[in-house]
């Protein structure tokens, strides 16, 4: 009677002990293909993030030139431009590699927690079932064996006396494995830590840097503002961009038709002709289109203009809208971002494709937050109005084929 009571208070630990070991939670297994897979992801993005910074110090070696040389004044808001557009695209790849990284520490935060929980309750199981033995004495093995009343039973207490011995190599496997798990999981938090604190600072830095080319354009456009000379080079400049902006939109309306000629070439069954113009379409909504931007003033409207300083007369191909640097522009109608451009007098800009050869430009923008080929519905944010040389504006304009468009008829009222 005593001997069973031993042998069921031995026992008893290890069914425990069995059924949360094949209860526990499984982390998912990382193969070798995934790891290279993830290798490769943070090489590319790596890459990536090295190819701007070349961009940045050329432009800043360029910058270094031009400051040198004062015919070169313009042109050097360009390179400042170009510059701090590519600032930011940095300073947001490192936003979202901090985001990424973060998400990951918190990951393997989680999954240390877990693993250390399931050692500790793997340790103090296995603790149990020691003390039990040491209690008991290891002699009831040999005991078990010796009382058999039979052959069969024999056999059947030294196979089950094997599971138990395998059972226990087994865990003491297992508290090894999970142990090294958890070093693991502490070597990668800690260098995802050092990661994350490294990233923070190369974005502080970058977003000082950009700071300050910011400081440094203000005082160039102010030099320019007072400089006739310059402004009227800046006139000439003005003309130039109109031109190849025109040159942009034809490209744009030659290409639209070819993919349509092309289409139809491809179509085995000719399709019978639809009218066009249908309710909900951008040239449905004359008179009824959001604007740009929530706020700001028309500072130059459509058509001829009469410089303040100059006197002389150019001809606006949209509107300009006064605006504070920074402020949200949004699509005015569902289309799809034909490109992504930048051009002297105009900066950064984006051209919106809508239907029936519509096309919006926006022009003078600070941030970009769209890439070519993107679906863009009504009112979805494309980027942040910027600056010019006149001052911080959005540069809007509507096309309709080759055709300019005065974007005061086509938005709504005021």
Known sequence: MIFARRIRHTVLP?????????????????????????????????????ALRAQIRSLEDKSKEQQKNESETLELVDTYDRNAGLLRQLIARLKGEENRLQG??????????????????????????????????????????LTSTSWNQFAVRNEYLRRFTEQ????????????????????????????????IA?????????AALATDRRGVLDRIRKDRKLLERQMQRQLRAAHDMEQMITDLVDQERMK???AAAERKTPHLPQPSGTAGEFDARKGKLRWPVTEGSIVAHFGPQRHPTLR?????????IAVDAGTPVTAVAA??????NYLPSYGNLIILNHQNGFRTVYAHLGEIS???????????????SGDSIDGPRLHFEIWKDREKQNPEVWLARQ
């Open 370 to 384: 769209v890439i070519p080929g993107q679906t863009i519905q009504e009112g979805a944010a494309i980027g942040t």
């Open 104 to 145: 990951a520490l918190d990951t393997t935060h989680s999954t240390l927690h877990s693993l250390e929980r399931q050692l500790a309750f793997l340790k103090d199981h296995y603790a149990r079932y020691v003390r039990s033995i040491y209690r008991s004495g290891r002699y009831q093995e040999a005991e078990l064996l």
């Open 14 to 50: 290890r069914q425990v002990l069995l059924v949360f070991c094949a209860g526990l939670v499984a982390f998912p297994c990382i193969t070798g293909a995934d790891r290279v897979m993830a290798q490769e992801e943070i090489h590319r993005r790596q890459e990536e993030l090295e």
């Open 202 to 210: 190369e974005k502080g830095a970058e977003e000082d840097r950009l």
């Open 168 to 199: 226990r190599r087994k865990d003491a496997e297992r508290i090894a494995g999970k142990t090294r798990q958890v070093e693991a999981s502490q070597r990668k938090a800690q260098h995802q830590l050092v990661d994350e604190r490294r990233l």
């Open 312 to 320: 002389t007369v150019t001809t606006n191909t949209g509107i300009d």
């Open 335 to 340: 289309g799809e971002v034909a490109t992504i």
């Open 260 to 262: 349509k000629e092309h």
